[in-house]
């Protein structure tokens, strides 16, 4: 029995091909990351982008109602689960798909509700060029 990630396999019911398979996500270049790397990069990126928004005066409000009086979620343009479902875990970890956004704009986001918020334009292309693989 392997203990991964708060779960228990039966390391028999698979090969040990299977087993490293379902516990890692393909790179676009075809490399197979762990989720746990995958996880470690997200955190290194998230406090490298948090340290610049705070340095560039961007980390104080939601980006996209404006509101500061929330709490703020450091959260995804494109999902972590649909960049390692796609194949493309990469994405997950790219500056450039993090937003700072109050609970409420998180959860508009996560249900696709978000042509009215003021970053509804860089959200849009951004989410455009990925599913176009130009990221």
Do not use: P
């Amino acid at each position: 029995m392997i203990h991964y990630q708060g779960k228990k396999y039966l390391i028999r019911d698979y090969s040990l091909q299977e087993f490293i398979e379902r516990m890692s996500f393909k790179t676009s270049e075809g490399e197979r990351l762990s989720k746990t790397t995958i996880d470690n990069r997200i955190r290194a990126t998230k406090r490298e982008f948090l340290d610049e928004a705070a340095e560039e005066g961007k980390g104080c409000y939601c980006w996209s109602c404006g509101s500061s009086q929330e709490r703020l979620s450091c959260s995804h343009i494109i999902s972590v689960n649909n960049c390692q479902n796609d194949g493309r875990c990469e994405v997950a970890y790219l500056k450039d798909n993090l937003q700072l956004e109050c609970l409420s704009c998180h959860a508009e986001t996560e249900r696709g509700l978000i042509d009215h918020h003021a970053n509804y334009r860089y959200k849009k292309e951004f989410i455009e060029r990925y599913y176009n693989n130009e990221i």
